[in-house]
């Protein structure tokens, strides 16, 4: 029994300054080197991956609940965790989670031109992904579930996200990356599934239930809700009044929170998971040689 729970001791997690190392030297380097075709490909399903869990969020909040308005946020961001489950086992590519790359570049192990070459492929087709979920959610009629109630609260959801000023959406994009790369991070340092699983679901939900915002995820949540207002229907149900609704525009959507989100994403995992991690377990390194 000794010698079992010794073997699991040693095998089952890396500790959190080798996992900065395997990150930094390894993971994130690695992604730099992908093909075009492979950073495509792998950055669609990541887009699509997290529209999944955008949509069943969506869908588990529709309706009245007994439970009060927290508990009910709070089941919608369970569910959304299965989106960053989805990407991170299957190796998928998610812009958020590649800001961390900027650990390969303060170690000199990466060039800036690399790593924009990753970006500028990832976040695209992160578009392209959510896009296409969100158009086949459209074509699907799954708005009009439940009465198109959760045609309803696409819109309605898109509506809040469109309508925050450029400062709320900035700060709530630092909150959100903030934890999704140490989602990451955490499950970067588990060699099981279930570990990865567990590392994920907390923080997670911690950002969804609390309302923070990620550009990802609202490159469905956004045009999922201006899909959505072209059902009278469920135009109706929304209980938006028409100049709500007009606000819900591309323009608004691109300038007013896809912008500002990204940003704050940026800033989130740079500033509060790359720096603070690298000069805890690299930045030493470098002072002892």
């Not at 072209?230 to 209980?239: D, E, L, R, T, Y």
């Amino acid at each position: 029994m000794a010698e079992e729970e010794k073997v699991i001791s040693t095998q089952d997690c890396l500790t959190p300054s080798t996992a900065a190392h395997e990150l930094c030297d390894k993971v994130m380097t690695g992604k730099a080197e992908y093909s075009k075709t492979k950073l495509i490909s792998l950055a669609i399903a990541a887009g699509a991956f997290i529209a999944f869990g955008a949509q069943v969020s969506l869908t588990v909040m529709t309706g009245d609940s007994n439970m009060g308005w927290g508990f009910t946020k709070l089941i919608g961001a369970m569910t959304f965790a299965t989106g960053l489950m989805l990407v991170t086992l299957t190796g998928a590519e998610l812009f958020t989670g590649n800001v961390m790359m900027t650990f390969s570049v303060l170690e000199k192990k990466l060039s800036l031109w690399k790593l924009l070459r990753n970006w500028s492929f990832v976040y695209t087709f992160n578009f392209v992904g959510s896009i296409l979920v969100a158009a086949l959610v459209y074509g699907a009629g799954m708005g009009h579930n439940g009465g198109d109630a959760v045609g309803a609260t696409a819109m309605q959801t898109a509506f809040s996200k469109i309508n925050l000023s450029f400062t709320e959406a900035f700060f709530r994009g630092i909150l959100c990356n903030w934890l999704v790369c140490l989602a990451i991070f955490m499950a970067s340092t588990s060699k099981r599934v279930i570990g990865k699983i567990f590392a994920i679901f907390f923080p997670i939900m911690t950002f969804v239930a609390s309302g923070y915002e990620h550009s990802v995820a609202n490159m469905f949540f956004i045009p999922n809700g201006i899909l959505m207002k072209h059902i009278p229907g469920i135009v109706a149900a929304s209980g938006l009044t028409p100049d709500q609704v007009a606000t819900m525009t591309w323009k608004g959507f691109f300038l007013n929170n896809l912008l500002p989100v990204t940003l704050g994403n940026m800033v989130g995992a740079f500033v509060f998971v790359v720096l603070l991690f690298w000069t805890a377990y690299l930045r030493e390194e470098h002072r002892q040689h």
